[in-house]
């Protein structure tokens, strides 16, 4: 069964540093999305992405964040100057569709990368 | 931002009888409600969903219940088996009304179901 997949799953970095988080989308796939979850908070929205650019995106999504797909497989998310706060796990998902488009809107996730900043 | 809810943070069952998660939403803009589960250190895993023009949806053991007017949904899983056991998040999103398809989520329920 096709599944999205991460890498890595486990970054730690230093405040300050930039960190860049993969994502494999299924293949078939449009669209595709990043969340995050803080520990013990629930699992936000940070960007949607398709067509080669941004749809939505939250306020949490600042500057210091960017999405990219660099080649017809990966999607990335960057965190340019990371701050203890973004210690999260961090999610990728896509999914064949958007709107009334029945279970081909549904978003499949990846297993997420723990992103540790010190 | 509560516009997701779920109230209740833990369940336990016992295996074979039924296990009922609630959640509730404000947002009278979502149109499309989905469960998912998610095991320690894996993704959430898509269980199922319901379109707003429907007030059930069953996938084997797993059925989903919508009251609109209340703006509520229930999980019902039955029976509970030990592999149930996990975080259960409602997400909802607003498909028809708006562009994209953000999900925005529950807090999560911990389900356990004992042998």
């Known amino acids: 069964e096709p599944e999205v997949t991460q890498t890595p799953s486990h970054q730690v970095t230093q405040m300050g540093q930039e960190v860049i988080l993969r994502c494999v989308p299924i293949?078939?796939?449009?669209?595709f999305y990043w969340y995050r979850q803080i520990l013990g908070q629930k699992v936000e929205f940070l960007v949607s992405?398709?067509?080669?650019?941004?749809?939505?995106k939250s306020e949490i999504f600042d500057d210091q964040f960017s999405v990219e797909r660099p080649d017809g497989s990966n999607f990335t998310l960057k965190i340019r100057s990371t701050k203890l706060e973004d210690s999260a796990m961090y999610f990728c998902?896509?999914?064949?569709?958007?709107?009334?488009?029945?279970?081909?809107?549904?978003?499949?996730f990846g297993p997420g990368t723990r992103l540790t900043v010190l | 931002d509560q516009q997701v809810k779920q109230n209740s943070p833990s369940l336990s069952v016992q295996e074979g009888r039924i296990s009922i998660l609630n959640c509730d939403y404000t947002?009278?803009?979502?149109?499309?409600f989905l469960w998912y589960k998610k095991y320690p250190a894996e993704g959430p895993t898509f269980l199922i969903s319901?379109?707003?023009?429907?007030d059930k949806n069953e996938d084997g053991r797993f059925t989903v219940f919508l009251n609109k007017s209340a703006k509520h949904l229930s999980l019902h899983i039955v029976p509970s088996q030990p592999g149930d056991s996990a975080v259960y998040f409602c997400?909802?999103?607003?498909?028809?009304?708006?562009?994209?398809?953000?999900?925005?989520f529950g807090g999560g329920t911990r389900v356990l179901v004992k042998p």
């Open positions: 998902a896509s999914s064949e569709s958007t709107r009334g488009q029945g279970d081909r809107g549904t978003q499949y």
């Open positions: 293949s078939n796939h449009l669209y």
């Open positions: 992405f398709y067509n080669n650019e941004i749809s939505e």
């Open positions: 947002n009278s803009m979502f149109d499309y």
């Open positions: 319901i379109s707003s023009i429907k």
């Open positions: 997400a909802a999103t607003s498909r028809y009304q708006a562009a994209g398809n953000k999900l925005t």
